[in-house]
């Protein structure tokens, strides 16, 4: 047995797979309606993209340093990828609250998103409530 | 003092990890810089059970793989929804319960959904996410398969 071949086979598979993954991925971001449809398709290349690509690499690289580098970029790019998403997300659904959603026909319809109750709102009320607080104590001291 | 040791031989690991140097000067050099990055961050009070989750580590050896092939079959569905002609999605937003005790459990859960492609946390309210999913199934699979929910659970160890 060829360990060798092996060994670049499984590798070059799992790079073409990851390429493969990465530019459907780039394809959905065309096809897709709206942001957050983007958004799934995006996630494509965020993970099986970069899984397929960096485990491709982690072959090549064997036993090495660069194998164990390899490792960290996975886990730093698993770890920090959904936080963005979520940001851009939350960005988003401030910007509109609005998204593109199926009706029961199966028709696609902007419809306004259901928040639980607006946190952010009563924060800001209450922090500034505090602030006053704090004003009048340095007012009466 | 525990987690401060832990912090500190880690990142001793990864500065090993990251340098490749092993001569006698550079490896007292780094470990000199991870004391005084420990002793900084001791000094901040920035040392507890949250910035360093050791607890995490055994039993996310279940955990991780059981979500990397969630990551694999929902890529595999989504990638086979963009290559369909007529792109069959039905986008649907459902808010999804997290019993996770913790605020870090919470936000694991969360990035979990995020991860897998094809369902997105959106917004999040104490034990209530708002997920974005690209199909309705998904967001049906969610909610009537807490199965996520448990394991993240689990790996809290709440239940």
Redesign the interface.
Same mark, same amino acid.
């Given at each position: 047995m060829d360990w060798e071949l092996l060994r670049d086979g499984l590798s070059w598979a799992m790079l073409l797979g990851g390429a493969a993954f990465s530019l459907i991925g780039g394809l959905g971001i065309l096809r897709m309606p709206d942001i957050y449809t983007r958004m799934h398709a995006a996630s494509l290349t965020d993970t099986m993209g970069a899984i397929l690509i960096l485990g491709g690499l982690m072959i090549q690289g064997g036993l090495t340093l660069v194998t164990a580098k390899l490792v960290l970029t996975l886990f730093f790019l698993l770890f920090t990828s959904p936080v963005s998403t979520h940001a851009l997300a939350a960005a988003a659904l401030t910007d509109t609250r609005t998204a593109l959603q199926a009706r029961d026909d199966g028709t696609l319809a902007p419809t306004e998103v259901d928040l639980p109750d607006d946190q952010d709102a009563l924060d800001i009320a209450a922090d500034e409530a505090a602030r006053q607080s704090i004003r009048d104590e340095e007012s009466r001291a | 003092m525990f987690h401060a040791v832990g912090l500190g031989l880690v990142m001793y690991l990864?500065w090993l990890?990251?340098s490749?140097h092993y001569t006698g000067l550079l490896m007292t050099l780094g470990a000199i810089s991870c004391a005084f990055i420990v002793w900084i961050v001791h000094r901040m009070d920035a040392i507890d059970h949250e910035a360093f989750p050791v607890h995490l580590s055994l039993r996310g050896t279940v955990f991780w793989p059981w979500l /990397?092939w969630e990551?694999?079959k929902s &890529?595999v569905d989504?990638?086979k929804i963009? /290559?369909d002609p007529r /792109?069959p999605? +039905? !986008? %649907?937003?459902v808010?999804v319960p997290a019993s996770q005790k913790t605020e870090f459990g919470r936000v694991i859960f969360? &990035? +979990?959904i %995020?991860? $897998? !492609?094809?369902t997105?946390?959106? =917004?999040m309210?104490?034990h $209530?996410i708002?997920v =974005?999913a690209?199909t309705?199934s998904g967001a049906d699979g969610l909610l009537n398969d807490d199965e996520m929910d448990r394991r993240v659970c689990k790996l809290e160890g709440s239940c």
């Open positions: - | 990864l990890v990251l490749g /990397l990551i694999v &890529n989504v990638a963009i /290559l /792109l999605i +039905s !986008p %649907t937003v808010r969360a &990035n +979990s %995020t991860l $897998t !492609p094809g997105m946390s959106v =917004h309210e104490d $209530t708002v =974005h690209l309705r």
